[in-house]
């Protein structure tokens, strides 16, 4: 029997399966840990770390990546190390992790969206906000990609803050996101847009909006852009007006809005902003979308004391070229994890995997973020949220038995990885295309230009 794991002599040893915001505050937490000595090994599917960190905010909120900082920080202690372009489930299995890890954390966030469920919505030219997001953010999944932006106007259904970001991109001048990170493909395809307004839905009121107040201001003040809202959309119903009272952000947001219903049009472009309306169903000729036919929407007490959407019957049609479904992000399962198909999350109780909803814990084997909690709340959100996890590891561990840990039978890692031919990437290789894509940002007075494919960062890096 040897030391029990925690110790000088045998550090906890800790996999982290996803480098994004969730990933680096565990590692965060856990290396401020009183007394208690890990080494930390953090897995990611692309190369590049951070996870929506990069992939996700949106470029013109370049103050939001500074926490970027600090997870290096985290990744340049001697006891992290990382290991990017690494498929979990592909090139290394969860067993592979339980032979060598004495705890295993999965930060792998939510990795698909949410669907309308409506007729058309496959149709070319209707797609997921969260790829558009990929797209314009560099994602090499999604960086390929065409969007037709050659019609007039775009609809983008939704409420959240994802909605309010694409709504931006898509109004923004090209110029002033050429000063971005924005990825090289998407600038160019904007600078060819002909969308000249975009028209942003919400199922419900503008009081029920998930949007958040600082975000909805700053659409006001968007160059050559005017933001219409229609005064009547902001007469409340009686419960509508109740529920604002103990909502801060609710009445914040509804104060902007009628601020921005009282503007006088001016502008080339434009941004409406309509609630209590829903697509019913996306129409199209050749199979692309066309039009849409838009559902005036009444609220109604739903089951969960809050107000729900129902549609009046009362219908129009409006030509559209794109459509973008802002309508939430959704986990998908992780290989050989449980997975609570009805939440989109790992089973868990406080970061404790389960082997089910309310099932019984796995030993071992950890959540955090979005996989754990469901895809809601700011980068922010998930320190928070780590640091639980992290307090049950720490239990975990104190009230273990006293013996020999799980995690030290399978050999290194590297040469499991090496051996299965993965070219798996180091922080010091993250390091060297960090760097030059801030070299290619500089010649073009640019933060960085992302190099958006993971082909061409091997082989910058000699892989
Ligand atoms: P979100 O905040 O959950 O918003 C989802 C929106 O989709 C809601 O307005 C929701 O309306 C609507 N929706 C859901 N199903 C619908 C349907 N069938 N038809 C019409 N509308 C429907 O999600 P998100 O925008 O994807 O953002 C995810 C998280 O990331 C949020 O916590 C967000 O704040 C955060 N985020 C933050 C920033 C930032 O801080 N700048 C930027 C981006 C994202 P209901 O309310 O009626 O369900």
Not at 138 to 145: C, E, I, M, Q, V
Request: aromatic share 6%.
């Amino acid at each position: 029997m040897g030391p029990r794991p925690g110790s000088h002599t045998r550090p906890l040893r800790v996999a982290i399966v996803g480098a994004g915001p969730a990933g680096f505050f565990t590692a965060e937490a856990l290396l401020k840990q009183p007394g208690l000595t890990c080494s930390i090994d953090l897995f990611n599917r692309l190369p590049t770390p951070y996870g929506l960190v990069r992939e996700g905010v949106a470029p013109d909120h370049a103050s939001i990546k500074k926490v970027t900082a600090k997870f290096d920080g985290v990744a340049e202690m001697p006891s992290v190390r990382y290991f990017g372009n690494v498929d979990f489930g592909r090139d290394v299995t969860r067993a592979d992790l339980k032979a060598r890890y004495d705890q295993i954390v999965y930060a792998v966030g939510a990795q698909s969206d949410r669907q309308l469920g409506i007729p058309g919505e496959d149709l070319a030219g209707s797609h997921p906000a969260t790829i558009f997001v990929g797209w314009y953010n560099g994602h090499p999944d999604h960086a390929d990609l065409d969007f037709d932006l050659s019609g007039e106007r775009a609809i983008v259904v939704g409420n959240g803050n994802v909605a309010v970001d694409v709504a931006r991109i898509l109004v923004s001048s090209p110029d002033a996101l050429a000063r971005t990170d924005i990825a090289d493909r998407a600038l160019e395809a904007l600078r060819g847009s002909r969308v000249r307004e975009v028209l942003m839905l919400g199922r419900r009121g503008p009081a029920q909006a998930k949007f958040t107040s600082a975000e909805l201001k700053e659409l006001g003040k968007l160059e050559g852009v005017d933001v219409i809202v229609d005064r009547e959309d902001l007469d409340l119903d009686p419960d509508s007006q109740a529920a604002l009272e103990g909502d801060r952000v609710a009445g914040r947001n509804l104060e902007i809005l009628s601020e921005f219903a009282e503007r006088e049009p001016a502008a080339h472009r434009r941004l409406v902003l309509r609630f209590l309306t829903s697509p019913v169903k996306i129409l199209g000729g050749d199979g692309r979308v066309e039009r849409a036919r838009l559902e005036r929407n009444r609220l109604v007490p739903g089951p969960d004391g809050g107000l729900r959407s129902e549609g009046t019957g009362r219908v129009e049609e409006i030509a559209a070229g794109l459509v973008l479904r802002s309508v939430g992000y959704r986990g998908v399962p992780v290989a050989d994890v449980p997975f609570d198909a009805a939440g989109g999350v790992i089973p868990n109780r406080a970061g404790r995997v389960t082997a089910e909803p309310g099932g019984p814990v796995l030993p071992g084997e950890y959540a955090v973020g979005w996989i754990k909690r469901g895809p809601t709340g700011i980068i922010g959100t998930n320190k928070p949220d780590a640091v639980e996890t992290v307090r049950a590891m720490v239990e975990d561990l104190e009230a273990g038995p006293e013996r020999e840990a799980s995690g030290d039978g399978g050999g290194s890692i590297e040469e499991l990885l090496a051996g299965r031919g993965v070219a798996f990437v180091t922080w010091e290789d993250w390091k060297k295309l960090d760097e030059e894509e801030r070299r290619r940002g500089r010649a073009q007075g640019r933060p960085r230009v992302k190099i958006t494919n993971v082909d061409e960062m091997l082989e910058l890096i000699g892989r």
